[in-house]
């Protein structure tokens, strides 16, 4: 029974105080203050049932993941955000797919997955000087449809973790009101076996159910203000995506209209009457 009380007692240390998570000596003693203190969050947590423990447990351990997701995902979200912006200035400098082809050739990232995909479907539809118009639409929507794809699975990726936050906004509280409505019955229980109502003795139990309740808490509030701020900052990310996707079929458009002149090593003119024109770049 000792040895139950110890390793639970010395993970809630853990996840409490992390910077005294690896000192011996001062796990020590803590344990020691807890013993002759029940009314401290350390001493109700040691004196409280094993299931009510097991609650407490849970809860602290879905707190510490809703922070590692939080932080994770705001980290790869502001350097995704950066480095889609800044391939997205690259291939408008360049004005077309070809001019990019090689700054884009060996470039992970989803801007670069883009590029490529156009690229493959133009080489693999045989885009040639003088195609038909419908074999140009033909090539844009098979193109179209595959960055669209690649959008998607971006957003999904970036969305990871997401789910975790909802769930434990959701779900802490009532496992938290779970853990203190079965150390409140355990309480009853044992005012009822002790046959006395003194507040000393029924105080200590309540207070026990209740810190589970509290630890709920702790968990959820903290989970539902991450998850609004990543679907803020996802929904900023998908309107990037879809800007992205848009810039790379114009560059392909562009392309396919100018293959004519570009084999030719011409460039179009419009005759406005006596005026001719070049076409803008």
């Known amino acids: ?9 010395a993970a809630l240390c853990i ?10 000596e001062t796990v020590t003693t803590l344990l020691e203050q807890a013993e002759h203190d029940e009314m401290s969050p350390l001493g109700m947590f040691m004196a409280a049932d094993w299931v009510v423990k097991g609650v407490m447990l849970s809860l602290l351990f879905a707190s510490a993941l809703v922070w590692v997701i939080f932080v994770a995902r705001v980290m790869i979200l502001r350097w995704e955000r950066g480095v889609l912006r800044r391939r997205y ?13 090689a700054r884009f050739a060996k470039r992970k990232g989803v801007m670069g997955q ?10 693999a539809s045989g885009a040639s000087a003088g195609m038909k118009s419908g ?10 449809s595959e960055i669209a794809r690649i959008e998607a699975g971006a957003a999904r990726r970036m969305g990871l973790g997401a789910g975790v936050l909802a769930n434990v906004g959701s779900v802490a ?4 009101l779970f853990g203190t409505v079965w150390g409140i019955m355990n309480s009853f229980i044992s005012i009822s076996e002790s046959n006395t109502t003194n507040l000393a003795i029924v105080a200590p139990g309540i207070a026990e159910a209740l810190l589970a309740t509290a630890i709920g808490l702790v968990a959820a509030i903290p989970a539902v203000i991450f998850y609004n701020i990543l679907a803020r900052g996802l929904g900023g990310y998908k309107v990037m995506l879809a800007d992205a996707g848009a810039l790379v079929e114009r560059t392909l458009s562009r392309d396919l209209d100018l293959a004519d002149d570009e084999m030719a090593g011409a460039r179009p003119a419009y005759h406005l009457g006596s005026v001719s024109a070049p076409a803008a770049e």
């Open 1 to 9: 029974m000792k040895f139950s009380l110890v390793f639970p007692a």
């Open 89 to 101: 200035r690259d291939l408008d400098k360049a004005g077309s797919l070809v001019a990019a082809r």
């Open 15 to 24: 996840a409490a105080a992390p910077a005294a998570a690896f000192d011996l």
């Open 135 to 144: 074999i140009k639409a033909g090539i844009k929507e098979r193109a179209g």
């Open 173 to 176: 509280p009532f496992v938290g």
């Open 114 to 123: 883009m590029v490529r995909a156009a690229e493959r479907e133009r080489a």
